[in-house]
């Protein structure tokens, strides 16, 4: 059974940049992916950045945040970071992290069902 604790985020304006951080506590294993997901109002949660836990050789980015979010990780802490930056209006949801139990398939590491783990999500929002 693992835990999964976001922390960092805020409010910013359009350009701004924020760092969110995943703390992840427990089972989950050493080579699964570890995914950041949003969800903002009225929408399905999306993945944002994914990442394999113990190498940062696999990430994984949605075309909406490519070349702005960067997805990095401390072994030694446990813990997932997503650095935005850039950051627009359309980037204001709830943010989440998240492992699943065992291994996925790559086709699977942006499909929320796949997971098992999930935090309690941090905010962030982005005014214009």
């Known amino acids: 059974q693992a835990h999964l604790v976001e922390s960092g985020g805020g409010s910013v304006q359009a350009g701004g940049s924020l760092r969110l951080s995943c703390g992840i506590f427990?089972?989950?294993?050493?080579?699964?992916?570890v995914g950041w997901f949003r969800q903002a109002p009225g929408k399905e949660r999306e993945g944002v950045a994914a990442?394999?836990?113990?190498?940062?050789?696999?990430?994984f980015y949605a075309d909406s945040v490519k070349g702005r979010f960067t997805i990095s990780q401390d072994n030694a802490e446990n813990t997932v970071y997503l650095q935005m930056n850039h950051l627009r209006p359309e980037d204001t949801a709830m943010y989440y992290c998240?492992?699943?139990?065992?291994?996925?398939?790559?086709?699977?590491?942006?499909?929320?069902?796949?997971?098992?783990?999930w935090g309690q999500g941090t905010q962030v929002t982005v005014s214009s």
């Open positions: 427990g089972g989950s294993g050493a080579r699964n992916p």
């Open positions: 998240a492992s699943p139990s065992g291994p996925i398939w790559r086709d699977q590491w942006f499909l929320p069902r796949a997971y098992d783990y």
């Open positions: 990442i394999i836990r113990g190498t940062s050789e696999f990430t």
